[in-house]
């Protein structure tokens, strides 16, 4: 059986891609999409190379749903590392949705990368990594990535959050 969340982002994906269109939101979703709020990420990867991944680490949408739409949608063509999902690619793809748990202020003994995700955060400059990626096996080795991606120098001190997903994938 297909999992709900990432059968939402696939369709909106493809009608985004093929017809440039947003989906309507199918009528017979599980209730918690509609009922609850959350920050999404939507990851897409290609022959097990990412291809793409934008999310939100607090809810902007009406509902997680909308959540999902919107991030499946801006993973495909706005991830400044990669050009737009081609309609020729799009079987190749595979999704993976991450629900987060709201991040809360925590210190780096706080930290597991297996799994917990990280947010890194100094002035207007934030970065964050999800938990349990390949290759990410230490705390000092999650920090560091974060920080890279927030434009921090490694031994810079900042704030660390940290949060939980739900992960949703295809098998």
Same mark, same amino acid.
């Given at each position: 059986m297909l999992d709900p969340y990432v059968e939402l982002a696939r369709q909106a994906i493809t009608a985004w891609v093929k017809e440039g269109r947003k989906i309507a939101l199918p009528k017979d979703l599980p209730p918690e999409l509609l009922s %609850? %709020? *959350? @920050? *999404?990420f939507v990851s897409l990867k290609k022959r097990g190379m990412l291809r793409g991944c934008i999310g939100t680490y607090l809810p902007t949408e009406e509902n997680l749903a909308?959540?999902?739409v919107e991030n499946a949608i801006r993973s495909a063509t706005e991830d400044p590392r990669f050009p737009p999902v081609r309609p020729d690619e799009l079987g190749q793809l595979s999704l993976t949705v991450d629900v987060l748990s709201p991040p809360k202020p925590c210190t780096e003994e706080d930290l597991d990368p297996k799994q917990y995700g990280v947010i890194v955060e100094k002035g207007w400059r934030? @970065?964050?990594?999800? !938990?349990?990626? !390949? @290759?990410?096996d230490t705390v000092a080795e999650?920090? %560091?990535i974060a920080k890279m991606k927030a434009g921090l120098s490694p031994d810079e001190p900042c704030q660390i959050y940290r949060f939980t997903v739900? %992960?949703?994938?295809e098998e």
């Open positions: %609850r %709020r *959350a @920050g *999404a909308q959540e999902i934030r @970065g964050l990594l999800l !938990p349990d990626l !390949p @290759g990410v999650q920090l %560091r739900e %992960r949703h994938q």
